[in-house]
């Protein structure tokens, strides 16, 4: 069921929060596992979480924790997974990049580029053979259709009729590289079109737009019995300017992987970024502003012990 | 009967009991339908036969997928070296199946693949490390070689929960099924099988040598001699107990082994025997790693059996 607005809103805002407070821990060194953040990433989270049913499954890649949250609704569990503690939410078996929560539907998550894909098409088809009304939502990044599985998977998916949402999040990054630097631009929709697989775009973080749109491919997708391809355009927050000897003035460096030195919880809930870029920028752009303070002390307030 | 019909009337048996069951694999159900191995599968009305596209690695996704959303499959293979491109399965997704309660009884995946050690196949589609796969990540691994171990490993390992690999042999595609008079003994994991009890040799056959050590063993009873004869039909077993308290008896060991790998049990096994008993013959009968070994030669290896026996009695 769709939530209300208000209750959208704040799911995107506390997904930031517990992720900052995830980054402060990780810059206090309170981790032995590696964990990719994912600053940035929070509308396009908590929007497939929104649409998702009780039978819905959902695949997720090593840059899973906005959706693990969204998904949860809390941190601790997850926190006392990345202390690898027993009550942790996969008894500290999974740690950060293989973290899965059945019981919220998050059936599995790889380390692994383009591994997800087939994993995904298996699932979709376990759902044809017992007529489950659930549909697969399985996540990847732009460096995973560098991956030959991403292709078979999509050909897989397509030619037994399976209902499935692919959605790629590009944020045209692959580790410290940018798209453009490393190979020649992937048409994605183009290559959608010659497997006959409907496409679409989202860009912007409008989290209603999101779930509308999500919503009705979801029911697209099941109806058809075939894949949709939705690419989402997002931008992975964080990075920072390291000075080195062969850079004396700082070079940039995108960020990927561990704590972000450029982000600080005393930050709370601005903007890192003042373009749609940013999720909370661009709520406040679509939402009002007294009503999105309010909701933002609340977090704060909920949050207090752990800031 | 051939063995390749043995396999394929033990497979349709097995298979029509399954409910919620995927059978999957390149022409599994056209053409010589991977040359009889999969001839005339028929499944449940809520299962499903699919002649699927040519994607390794990703049909090797697609078990592990069907495990975790509850449902059986069975990837039948052509020939063992299209499972390199699944490597990534069989360690990294197969690592979190394992790890996790939740998926440990789901459902079963069994992959299938023949291994192509007939020969004559040049430097390529000629790899028989079945161990080498096994080992890469501790899977359960089976070999078929007669119809013993057919019966017992088809019937009992290929549609349970978890995942396994399980391999028949090219090379005995077109023979005569082997028959071994007894099944003295097998373990309950069905990876040491036994077939028959002696005084005067132990054959222990790894791989798919079966065939070399059933000869062997018939050659020596014309002889008036008599042997114990072994098979360990998982690259990844570590339990010989019963063979080294047979060993203790005959204190003559002979073995074979096909493989092309490095990475075999035998040294284990090896080690294991030498240092629980004195030896009074230990033949080793291994295949020879040459200058022509890439080049399309036959793959059997080259066995002088009366030099054998000789040394033997």
Same mark, same amino acid.
């Given at each position: 069921?769709?939530?209300?607005?208000?209750?959208?809103?704040?799911?995107?805002? #506390?997904? $930031?929060?517990?992720?900052?407070?995830?980054?402060? @821990?990780? #810059?206090?060194?309170?981790?032995? %596992?590696?964990?990719?953040? +994912?600053?940035?990433?929070?509308?396009?989270?908590?929007?497939?979480?929104?649409?998702?049913?009780?039978?819905?499954?959902?695949?997720?890649?090593?840059? *899973?924790?906005?959706?693990?949250? +969204?998904?949860?609704?809390?941190?601790?569990?997850?926190?006392?997974?990345?202390?690898? !503690?027993?009550?942790?939410?996969?008894?500290? @078996?999974?740690?950060?990049?293989?973290?899965?929560?059945?019981?919220?539907?998050?059936?599995?998550?790889?380390?692994?580029?383009?591994?997800?894909?087939?994993?995904? +098409?298996?699932?979709?088809?376990?759902?044809?053979?017992?007529?489950?009304?659930?549909?697969?939502?399985?996540?990847?990044?732009?460096?995973?259709?560098?991956?030959?599985?991403?292709?078979?998977?999509?050909?897989?998916?397509?030619?037994?009729?399976?209902?499935?949402?692919?959605?790629?999040?590009? &944020?045209?990054?692959?580790?410290?590289? $940018?798209?453009?630097?490393?190979?020649?631009?992937?048409?994605?929709?183009?290559?959608?079109? +010659?497997?006959?697989?409907?496409?679409?775009?989202?860009?912007? &973080? *409008?989290?209603?737009?999101?779930? !509308?749109?999500?919503?009705?491919?979801?029911?697209?997708? /099941?109806?058809?019995?075939?894949?949709?391809?939705?690419?989402?355009?997002?931008?992975?927050?964080?990075?920072?300017?390291?000075?080195?000897?062969?850079?004396?003035?700082?070079?940039?460096?995108? =960020?990927?992987?561990?704590?972000?030195?450029?982000?600080?919880?005393?930050?709370?809930?601005?903007?890192? $970024?003042?373009? &749609?870029?940013?999720?909370?920028?661009?709520?406040?752009?679509?939402?009002?502003?007294?009503?999105?303070?309010?909701?933002?002390?609340?977090?704060?307030?909920?949050?207090?012990?752990?800031? | 009967?051939?063995?390749?019909?043995?396999?394929?009337n033990l497979i349709k048996q097995e298979v029509i009991k399954h409910d919620n069951l995927v059978l999957f694999g390149q022409n599994i159900n056209a053409g010589s339908c991977l040359?009889?191995?999969?001839?005339?599968?028929?499944?449940?009305?809520?299962?499903?036969?699919?002649?699927?596209? *040519?994607?390794?690695?990703?049909?090797?996704? /697609?078990?592990?997928?069907?495990?975790?959303?509850?449902?059986?499959?069975?990837?039948?293979?052509?020939?063992?070296?299209?499972?390199?491109?699944?490597?990534d399965h069989l360690v990294n997704t197969f690592n979190i199946i394992r790890n996790m309660d939740y998926f440990k009884s789901k459902a079963s995946f069994t992959i299938m693949p023949?291994?192509v050690d007939n020969g004559y196949q040049g430097p390529q589609s000629s790899l028989n490390n079945f161990s080498d796969f096994c080992s890469i990540a501790r899977v359960s691994g089976?070999?078929?070689?007669?119809?013993?171990?057919?019966? #017992?490993?088809?019937?009992?390992?290929?549609?349970?929960?978890?995942?396994?690999?399980?391999?028949?042999?090219? $090379?005995?595609?077109?023979?005569?099924?082997?028959?071994?008079?007894?099944?003295? =003994?097998?373990?309950?994991?069905?990876?040491?099988?036994?077939?028959?009890?002696?005084?005067?040799?132990?054959?222990?056959?790894?791989?798919?040598?079966?065939? =070399?050590?059933?000869?062997?063993?018939?050659?020596?009873?014309?002889?008036?001699?008599?042997?114990?004869?072994?098979?360990?039909?998982?690259?990844?077993?570590?339990?010989?107990?019963?063979?080294?308290?047979?060993?203790?008896?005959?204190?003559?060991?002979?073995?074979?082994?096909?493989?092309?790998?490095?990475?075999? *049990?035998?040294?284990?096994?090896?080690?294991?025997?030498?240092?629980?008993? #004195?030896?009074?013959?230990?033949?080793?009968?291994?295949?020879?790693?040459?200058?022509?070994?890439?080049?399309? %030669?036959?793959?059997?290896?080259?066995? &002088?059996?009366?030099?054998?026996?000789?040394?033997?009695?």
């Open positions: 069921m769709i939530e209300p607005k208000t209750a959208i809103v704040k799911e995107i805002l #506390k997904n $930031r929060m517990y992720q900052l407070l995830v980054n402060q @821990k990780y #810059k206090e060194k309170k981790f032995k %596992i590696p964990i990719h953040l +994912a600053l940035g990433h929070e509308t396009i989270a908590t929007s497939v979480s929104n649409i998702m049913s009780k039978n819905d499954s959902l695949i997720l890649s090593h840059r *899973n924790i906005a959706y693990n949250l +969204a998904r949860l609704g809390s941190l601790k569990p997850i926190l006392d997974e990345y202390f690898l !503690e027993k009550n942790g939410l996969m008894k500290g @078996k999974l740690g950060s990049m293989n973290l899965i929560n059945p019981n919220y539907g998050v059936i599995y998550s790889s380390s692994i580029l383009g591994n997800s894909f087939s994993v995904a +098409a298996g699932i979709a088809l376990s759902y044809q053979m017992t007529g489950s009304d659930g549909i697969t939502i399985v996540l990847g990044g732009d460096g995973s259709i560098e991956e030959g599985s991403f292709h078979e998977s999509m050909l897989m998916l397509k030619s037994l009729n399976l209902s499935a949402l692919v959605i790629i999040e590009n &944020n045209e990054w692959s580790m410290s590289t $940018r798209i453009d630097e490393r190979r020649h631009p992937i048409n994605l929709q183009k290559f959608c079109e +010659a497997y006959d697989v409907k496409y679409t775009k989202l860009e912007g &973080n *409008n989290p209603f737009t999101y779930i !509308e749109i999500l919503k009705n491919l979801k029911e697209s997708s /099941l109806k058809t019995k075939s894949p949709i391809c939705i690419e989402v355009m997002v931008t992975t927050l964080g990075d920072w300017t390291m000075e080195t000897p062969e850079f004396p003035n700082g070079k940039f460096i995108n =960020y990927h992987a561990g704590p972000t030195p450029s982000v600080d919880v005393t930050q709370g809930l601005s903007p890192l $970024r003042k373009t &749609n870029e940013d999720p909370i920028y661009a709520l406040e752009q679509i939402f009002e502003k007294a009503e999105l303070d309010q909701i933002k002390n609340e977090i704060k307030l909920e949050c207090s012990e752990e800031l | 009967m051939k063995y390749i019909e043995f396999v394929n040359g009889g191995l999969t001839r005339g599968l028929k499944v449940k009305e809520n299962s499903k036969i699919i002649n699927s596209t *040519n994607s390794e690695n990703s049909l090797c996704g /697609l078990g592990f997928g069907l495990l975790m959303g509850g449902t059986h499959s069975v990837f039948f293979m052509k020939q063992l070296d299209f499972l390199l491109l699944g490597i023949i291994i089976y070999t078929i070689t007669n119809k013993s171990d057919a019966e #017992k490993i088809i019937s009992s390992e290929l549609i349970k929960p978890g995942f396994r690999i399980i391999c028949v042999s090219q $090379r005995l595609f077109q023979e005569e099924l082997l028959i071994p008079e007894k099944l003295e =003994y097998v373990n309950k994991e069905n990876t040491v099988f036994q077939y028959s009890v002696g005084q005067d040799a132990t054959i222990v056959c790894f791989n798919l040598s079966f065939p =070399y050590g059933f000869e062997l063993s018939k050659r020596l009873k014309n002889k008036g001699a008599s042997c114990s004869l072994f098979t360990i039909n998982s690259p990844v077993e570590y339990d010989w107990s019963k063979i080294i308290d047979d060993l203790k008896i005959t204190k003559k060991l002979v073995i074979f082994e096909d493989s092309k790998s490095v990475n075999t *049990n035998v040294p284990a096994f090896l080690s294991d025997s030498l240092a629980s008993c #004195k030896l009074d013959k230990k033949i080793i009968i291994k295949r020879k790693i040459d200058e022509s070994w890439l080049n399309p %030669i036959s793959d059997a290896l080259e066995i &002088n059996y009366d030099e054998i026996v000789s040394q033997l009695l």
